[in-house]
């Protein structure tokens, strides 16, 4: 039972990637699935989530506008595409399965390793 975050590399800014979260041993369409990310030095950070169904999508300010969530149920896997990086978006990359939408990491039920994403100027 795990999810598996992957898609990170390195890219010039305004450049474009998409990461991919994909499960297996359970059935990710029970959960919401939200990204995070974690810079070097900082505290990790909720930047998107989507709803089980699908039908509702958030984003973190410093995303909102060139990240998209997205989730295909037949697959297994939740999807964020991610366009017009900057520096700033360096990080690690996690997903996370909830019953909700959430922030607090104590309800998160499942959490992938991380992918590194590198944005060079």
């Known amino acids: 039972v795990q999810l598996q975050a992957s898609g990170g590399g390195l890219v010039q800014a305004g450049g474009s990637l998409r990461l991919s979260c994909a499960a297996s041993?359970?059935?990710?369409?029970?959960?919401?699935v939200r990204w995070f990310r974690q810079a070097p030095g900082k505290e990790r950070e909720g930047i998107s989530c989507?709803?089980?169904?699908?039908?509702?999508?958030d984003y973190a300010d410093s995303v909102k506008g060139r990240f998209t969530i997205s989730r295909d149920n037949a697959k297994n896997t939740v999807y964020l595409q991610m366009n017009s990086l900057k520096p700033e978006d360096t990080a690690v990359y996690y997903c996370?399965?909830?019953?909700?939408?959430?922030?607090?990491?104590?309800?998160?039920?499942?959490w992938s390793q991380g992918t590194l994403v590198t944005v060079s100027s």
């Open positions: 989507i709803t089980r169904a699908g039908g509702r999508t």
């Open positions: 041993g359970f059935t990710l369409d029970f959960y919401a």
């Open positions: 996370a399965a909830a019953y909700v939408c959430v922030l607090d990491r104590t309800l998160i039920n499942y």
